[in-house]
């Protein structure tokens, strides 16, 4: 786990801050900022660009967890949550605003680092999840360009589909380009022309 991870700890309790700074000194990180109000998140977070939100809220409601999703970017860093009680309804707002871990039973010393980890680990899969599907959703779109590029080819020239593309790779290793970008620019003129 990398020392140098800016932890920011909203903690609305200045005792119960000071025993989570004390907790993460001693799993070895002491790059922590402490917020006490989760309406003073967003201008903490902006000054700070912590590498992980850590949460500990006795109660929270569903607008207070909507509200920490708005603004922690739970999207682009990991968000650990410790609560006292919880229920169905919770779980799912913390989980529908990109919280990483939701812990339930409140926030012991002993679990912070584990849960940290954790919520990082999980965080990280989550995220190259989605770098996956957005690549995988780009590949499934360019095909499809390239396929009506072929087609476009195919009627103009009166050529079979493999002498489409064999044009299409033609023209964009003359010009240094990709195929996908040959084929949208032919696509765009088609849309133009037609």
């Known amino acids: ?93 913390a989980i529908s605003a990109g919280v990483s871990a939701y812990v339930v039973d409140g926030l012991q010393k002993n679990r912070i680092k584990p849960v940290l980890e954790t919520a990082i680990a999980r965080f990280k899969m989550v995220e190259r999840m989605r770098h996956e599907l957005d690549a995988a959703k780009q590949a499934l779109t360019d095909r499809k360009t390239i396929d009506r590029a072929k087609g476009l080819l195919m009627n103009a020239r009166g050529v079979t589909e493999e002498e489409a593309y064999s044009l299409l790779r033609k023209t964009a290793m003359d010009q240094g380009r990709k195929v996908i970008d040959v084929a949208q620019a032919l696509v765009t003129a088609a849309d133009l022309l037609g």
């Open 1 to 93: 786990m990398d020392v140098a991870l800016k932890i920011l700890v909203v903690e609305p309790d200045a005792t119960r801050a000071q025993d989570i700074i004390d907790a993460l000194k001693e799993g070895g990180w002491g790059n922590v900022f402490v917020v006490s109000d989760v309406s003073a998140l967003a201008p903490k977070l902006n000054e700070v660009d912590p590498d992980i939100v850590l949460i500990d809220l006795a109660h929270p409601d569903r607008d207070t967890l909507e509200h920490i999703g708005n603004v922690s970017s739970a999207q682009s860093r990991p968000v650990a949550m410790f609560v006292d009680r919880s229920d169905a309804e919770l779980t799912h707002a």
